[in-house]
């Protein structure tokens, strides 16, 4: 399994920007797609990005397309979520995950995801 450690998140205001990192450590060798989900209190965890084990390919939720930006280091065996524009909807608890890319089949459904961050406070004030 990967250990996956998020940091990042804070307070900001509306319009304004944050970049979340994800690390990872453990079974890093193995292919993995990287994913950021979301969850606001008393509401579902969303799926909000994701990317390949190369970085060829990204995907993004329709709510947030434009204007965050999912992007990887595979030397440094980090994720990064660039968060612009950001709105009141925005405010969640994010996480970062990792699977296999031999496993996972649809990348916006998080039960296909085997290891999970602890998860980082976003909070955007109108």
């Known amino acids: 399994q990967v250990q996956l450690v998020e940091s990042g998140g804070g307070l900001v205001q509306a319009g304004g920007s944050l970049r979340l990192s994800c690390a990872a450590s453990?079974?890093?060798?193995?292919?993995?797609?990287m994913g950021w989900f979301r969850q606001a209190p008393g509401k579902e965890r969303d799926f909000v990005a994701a990317?390949?084990?190369?970085?060829?390919?990204?995907f993004y939720a329709d709510s947030v397309k434009g204007r965050f930006t999912i992007s990887r280091d595979i030397a440094k065996n980090t994720v990064y979520l660039e968060m612009n524009n950001l709105t009141p909807e925005d405010t969640a608890l994010y996480y970062c995950?990792?699977?296999?890319?031999?496993?996972?089949?649809?990348?916006?459904?998080?039960?296909?995801?085997?290891?999970w961050g602890q998860g980082t406070q976003v909070t955007v004030s109108s």
């Open positions: 995950a990792a699977g296999p890319a031999w496993k996972i089949g649809n990348v916006m459904r998080s039960m296909e995801y085997d290891s």
């Open positions: 990317i390949s084990w190369s970085g060829g390919s990204t």
């Open positions: 453990g079974s890093t060798r193995s292919r993995h797609i």
